[in-house]
């Protein structure tokens, strides 16, 4: 008896398990089981100039501020950063110009007073 | 097919519990690495006051929240450390991994893309069910019904992962076309000198100078590569069930991930490590 009331809730379990598996191929929204690695990105290529209150220019390396083993970076992300940056007094302003390349191809961006327009 | 005599039986047919204790040696080592290097690259004082990710933490948890993992974070980080040990070990290993567990899981509040967390939380879940996990650092093997249950669940997950992977590739025209691959390569020729730690990539020169130029060509040559994973994470688990095939497939799986543990070394340990040492699950 102990045994089949065992085997019916590891039964159980696994059916579970493999409807949400199946869920993550339709889709219902969810993060889990969806395994979304190496298959679409938005990469940034953009050099940047900062100007800090006392009106020196240095270049600014927007890549220093990614997790370590990642260089995938969207318009947002940027947005992101060029705040954090501008917002804690490292800089005044911060302009630069590049290239965006996504699923759409290749398009060119633009930094203007800390603010990205593509 | 033991896989499906064992489905057939509700989980009542024996295995080898050694399989399950060759995973858990290989998962305690993988997570000892993945936990010892995120000590480094910045990573002990990444939340330190005014950096970018206390920042983000705070935006994201809100303060009262991001203050409770700013004051756990450091602990954490080393009693993770030393659980992931103790479980390779075969020290006390059920409550090695329910250290370990909590412990991982604390990266979902911080890291961007956690799917590697995600896999070690599943894989990990699913050795916590095992009724004999051993003691020690010997494997014991042998017939019995103890992880019967819990090899078949990690059989399962590492399928889904292949699978649903193949399709989200499958789905998204910038990895069929070729685009992305060649995007990443292209994107890591221009940048790579201004990536804080460059021995986060290992891509070979000849990979650089032959197909990171973004031209037709090179988009043609990564669209042959994108269709070969495809194809390689369809056939994987079903040749790693057969016992024919077995060998073969173990090769072929060796070779991907070696080849993508290549591209981002450091980021793939976790994810390559663990994905390989299921294969020990699916061997009857």
């Known amino acids: ?118 | 097919m033991w896989f499906f005599d064992a489905l057939a039986s509700g989980f009542q047919h024996p295995t080898d519990p050694g399989h399950l204790q060759w995973f858990r040696i290989i998962f305690g080592a993988v997570l000892t690495a993945r936990f010892s290097l995120a000590f480094g690259q910045g990573g002990w004082d990444r939340l330190n006051p005014g950096s970018l990710s206390a920042y983000l933490a705070e935006q994201r948890l809100g303060p009262a929240r991001a203050r409770l993992l700013i004051t756990f974070y450091r602990p954490a980080l080393i009693a993770r450390t030393a659980a992931a040990l103790a479980l390779a070990l075969g020290l006390a290993p059920r409550l090695a991994l329910l250290v370990i567990l909590p412990g991982a899981a604390m990266e979902l509040l911080y890291l961007k893309s956690p799917n590697a967390i995600r896999y070690t939380l599943l894989t990990g879940t699913c050795l916590l069910f095992a009724r004999n996990l051993g003691h020690s650092p010997i494997v014991e093997h042998g017939l019995s019904t103890a992880n019967t249950w819990a090899q078949c669940l990690l059989v399962l997950i590492t399928t889904d992962i292949y699978w649903n992977s193949a399709w989200q590739k499958l789905r998204s025209a910038q990895f069929r076309s070729g685009l992305y691959l060649a995007q990443w390569v292209h994107t890591y020729t221009q940048v790579r000198d201004q990536l804080p730690y460059r021995r986060q990539f290992a891509v070979p020169g000849l990979v650089r100078r032959h197909a990171g130029n973004l031209t037709a060509r090179d988009v043609r040559r990564w669209r042959a590569v994108a269709a070969t994973v495809i194809t390689a994470e369809i056939t994987l688990p079903p040749a790693l069930l057969i016992e024919q095939t077995m060998p073969y497939a173990v090769v072929a799986g060796i070779a991907m991930h070696a080849a993508f543990t290549c591209l981002k070394p450091r980021q793939l340990i976790t994810f390559s490590g663990l994905t390989l040492g299921t294969y020990v699950a699916f061997a009857a």
Not at chain 1, 16 to 25: E, S
Not at chain 1, 73 to 98: A, E, F, N
């Open chain 1, 1 to 118: 008896m102990h045994t089949s009331v065992l085997s019916a809730v590891q039964i159980a379990i696994s059916l579970g398990l493999v409807a949400w598996m199946i869920t993550g191929f339709t889709p219902l929204p969810g993060r889990w089981l969806r395994w979304k690695m190496f298959c679409r990105a938005t990469f940034t290529i953009i050099s940047l100039t900062g100007t800090t209150k006392d009106g020196r220019t240095e270049p600014v390396n927007v890549y220093d501020h990614l997790s370590p083993g990642s260089f995938i970076l969207g318009p947002p992300q940027l947005q992101t950063i060029l705040d954090h940056l501008t917002s804690s007094g490292r800089y005044d302003r911060i302009d630069g110009h590049g290239r965006v390349l996504s699923a759409r191809g290749e398009q060119t961006v633009e930094v203007r007073g800390s603010r990205v327009v593509l």
